[in-house]
């Protein structure tokens, strides 16, 4: 039976999809492939994941007119699905709202649709996100945190989804794993994060800009990190018994790095240094996040192992050799 992995011509996606079909799972990819960042870079990740036989693509939007029924039809019915399709980005939800109402919300709303509708349904694993703790100072964050006070549409959908889960878990039963996501980076990333902008810039000799002057912290977490995450997730499915069959998860490194260290690290990958120019606070951004991942730990065996120092090289030697292609 295979597993379906929506997003998967994204980053997180990407990975997961790899990690099943490496463990000899069969995989069905849905993506939109929208042009939100450059497409071809996502046309190459689905590249390396149909040299396996076992990885089937379906171009398609999750809020397609009729659900996704008539789409996976054909090639399911999936009993687990890994959701990781979103339109991503803080800031881009300043310009273009809609998008984020549309991709987040009605394509979560759609997934869960569909999953009600199958048969013996499993268990669905789905991304959230460590922007829904808003402006929280309380750190770590933990999942017991309260996040009704967000600070950007984009953490709103992100906390929506959430509770529309917890809403078709009390109704229907259906086995739900939320992750919260904490600034994924790592080869095949996106381009709008900090590390890829930061990266193309000092390699080309221009300034990069640095906001909150500087005064930033992040709980930067490896790609590979995450994959062992969200797998072990899927692997443990949350039981129907009291309460919704629902939980949520952090899925962080638990070390929380100043962004000037991170900087510093970059440097030292790249052998080159940063042309700095400091710029305010950008609306509908937080000073630091850091993850609490004590129930991942206890409950999926997390363990993330991967620290700055060892992931940013690696990001930088994946950046360095797909670029040069």
């Not at 013996?120 to 789905?126: A, E, P, R, S, W």
Request: proline content about 7%.
């Amino acid at each position: 039976m295979g597993i379906l992995v929506t997003g998967a011509a994204g980053f997180i996606g990407f990975h997961v999809a790899q990690a099943l079909l490496a463990r000899g799972d069969h995989v069905v990819g849905l993506d939109n492939l929208n042009d939100y960042y450059d497409v071809a870079l996502k046309q190459a990740r689905l590249d390396v994941l149909s040299q396996n036989p076992n990885f089937t693509f379906v171009k398609a939007d999750l809020a397609v007119p009729g659900g996704l029924g008539p789409v996976l039809d054909p090639l399911g019915p999936f009993q687990r699905v890994v959701h990781l399709a979103a339109q991503a980005g803080v800031r881009y939800s300043l310009e273009n709202p809609f998008a984020y109402m549309n991709s987040n919300l009605h394509g979560h709303l759609a997934v869960l649709e569909y999953c009600r509708a199958t048969p013996d349904f499993t268990h669905l694993v789905y991304a959230s996100s460590s922007s829904v703790y808003g402006g929280n100072t309380d750190l770590p964050f933990s999942v017991e945190d309260r996040v009704d006070k967000p600070v950007s549409l984009y953490a709103a959908t992100k906390r929506s989804c959430e509770l529309l889960s917890h809403s078709y878990g009390h109704l229907y039963d259906i086995p739900q794993t939320g992750l919260r996501f904490f600034t994924v980076y790592g080869p095949w990333g996106r381009p709008d994060m900090a590390l890829y902008i930061f990266t193309k810039a000092i390699m080309a000799g221009e300034p990069i800009e640095v906001f909150n002057n500087g005064k930033m912290a992040r709980d930067f977490t490896f790609i590979d990190d995450v994959v062992h995450g969200t797998i072990a997730a899927l692997d443990t499915p949350p039981t129907v018994g009291n309460g919704p069959p629902v939980r949520i998860y952090n899925i962080g490194n638990h070390q929380s790095e100043p962004l000037m260290k991170m900087i510093e690290v970059l440097e030292q990958a790249i052998g080159a240094k940063a042309e700095i120019k400091f710029a305010p606070m950008q609306p509908g951004d937080v000073a630091e996040t850091y993850a609490d991942i004590t129930a991942a730990q206890q409950d999926l065996g997390f363990s993330p192992s991967t620290p700055i120092t060892e992931g940013i090289p690696k990001f930088v030697d994946w950046f360095r050799q797909y670029h040069a292609g």
